[in-house]
């Protein structure tokens, strides 16, 4: 899988996530809501059809008085209280009025038949304790406590299903009659349904525009990764030839360097001592001979010392056969005894194993670092420390010079200090290099993982 391809799965998979959590917890809450104003609605509208109910109970009940508190008992008067009853309609409310003693029986219609037959007409006998036949106990215990509601399940004829009712009773003591009316609550039921139908599909709706506006997001994304892809490719490219460049450029001057060294130092030493080995050999004086002869072998000791800084420059042996430690300790000392700088190094006792690449780019900076404080710090002092620490080598290069500016401590961009070569070469194996300078000094820290 390409990194490019990563990036763009790590930005999109986060917010993926996150839209599926905050669906998830939409759907939850929305549910949840909706939930609660249903259960709101029914209370609201179950106490409406109550007053309606309790109001139109009020009625009957003043026309039904105005018999029953005449105090007669006699059948006419009964039946007489039995037609007022009938005569009254349910009028908007779907339900009815219905008229029982304390047996159950339904003293509407036949007298043989209970409150609770007369519902179950509509259906198998199977069924009777769901069509109002266990609610007769609860109005007549409810009546017989001075009248209210009460709510259950019963036959509503009309659409032939059972539904949720609202029972309103009240008591004639006297004859042991409980007149009462039943409403049916299908009604309250379907317009919940009809609310919950509606917030499905709002709610649906809300997913969805969700859905494309992540699915929308995502493409964006994916364009724009794509966008800056392109383009951080196009710069990595002028990077690249940047930095094949610098190194072409630095192989050219190490190059030039080695070739000054050579013709300036090393082959005037080797001439120099090649014209006195002749002289000595046709000088027939022994003595001016052995003078001439002697000083002939000084510029070739000379010669071979500078071919021998030359050679460490390029490459320290110390560094391959006895490790990083000796090789820095080495490198201080000769830095010390040709500049004259006051070092000192401070490496471990036992010699920890660091890897070639990371010990070179070490020994690298540490050149380039004593190199810039001997040509620009007028430093006095310098402190070189190399640990092993928590999986990382730390170097640090300290002097007691004028500092250097902070922008360019920042940048790295001052001509002739190598401090952007130093961050080049610690940057290829995961390193970092920070500078801190002050009129006090300077001291560069790098840390390399190992």
């Known amino acids: 899988m390409g990194f490019q391809i990563k990036i763009v799965l790590l930005s999109v998979i986060p917010s993926l996530v996150a839209m599926s959590v905050a669906i998830a917890m939409l759907y939850q809450e929305s549910n949840e809501l909706i939930k609660e104003q249903s259960n709101l609605v029914r209370t609201e509208a179950i106490d409406v059809k109550k007053r309606e109910q309790k109001s139109y109970m009020a009625g009957v009940m003043r026309d039904v008085r105005a018999i029953y508190d005449s105090g007669m008992d006699d059948a006419a008067t009964k039946e007489n209280v039995k037609s007022i009853i009938r005569s009254w309609s349910p009028g908007g409310m779907d339900g ?31 069924s009777r304790e769901l069509l109002g036949i266990g609610a007769v106990p609860q109005l007549l215990s409810r009546a017989r406590a001075g009248g209210g509601f009460e709510q259950y399940l019963s036959k509503n004829p009309k659409v032939n299903t059972i539904s949720q009712t609202l029972g309103y009773v009240e008591l004639l003591d006297r004859w042991n009659w409980v007149i009462g009316m039943e409403v049916y609550l299908n009604d309250i039921d379907q317009n919940i349904e009809k609310l ?10 809300v997913i969805w525009q969700m859905l494309d506006a992540v699915l929308i997001a995502v493409v964006m994304t994916c364009m724009i990764m794509f966008k800056l892809n392109e383009k951080t490719r196009g710069l990595a490219d002028v990077a690249l030839t940047e930095l094949n460049q610098r190194i072409f450029k630095s192989q050219e001057e190490e190059r030039a360097q080695v070739a000054r060294e050579l013709h300036d130092g090393i082959s005037q030493l080797i001439v120099s001592a090649k014209f006195a080995f ?95 404080i001997d040509r620009h710090a007028a430093a006095t002092r310098a402190l070189i420390s190399f640990t092993v620490e928590r999986g990382f080598a730390v170097l640090s290069i300290a002097d007691n010079g004028r500092g250097i500016d902070h922008s360019e401590v920042c940048t790295g961009k001052r001509p002739g200090l190598g401090l952007r070569n130093m961050r080049e070469r610690v940057s290829a194996f995961n390193g970092r290099v920070s500078i801190a300078s002050s009129e006090k000094g300077t001291t560069i820290l790098v840390r390399v993982m190992l």
């Not at 159950?104 to 409150?115: E, H, I, P, T």
């Open 96 to 126: 009815r009025l219905f008229l029982t003693d304390y047996s159950g029986r339904n003293l509407l219609r036949d007298s043989a038949k209970s409150v609770a037959e007369d519902a179950s007409e509509l259906e198998p006998s199977s």
């Open 278 to 372: 002749e002289s000595a050999n046709t000088d027939p004086s022994p003595e001016t001979k052995q003078l001439t002869f002697q000083r002939g072998m000084d510029r070739l000791h000379q010669a071979i010392q500078e071919i021998r800084l030359v050679s460490h420059a390029l490459r320290s042996p110390l560094l391959d056969d006895l490790g990083l430690s000796v090789a820095l300790t080495e490198l201080c000392r000769e830095f010390a005894e040709r500049t004259g700088l006051e070092i000192k190094c401070k490496v471990p006792e036992d010699e920890t194993t660091v890897p070639e690449h990371v010990a070179i780019a070490l020994y690298r900076v540490t050149q380039e670092a004593l190199s810039n």
């Open 196 to 205: 919950r139908a509606l917030h499905d599909k709002h709610l649906s709706h």
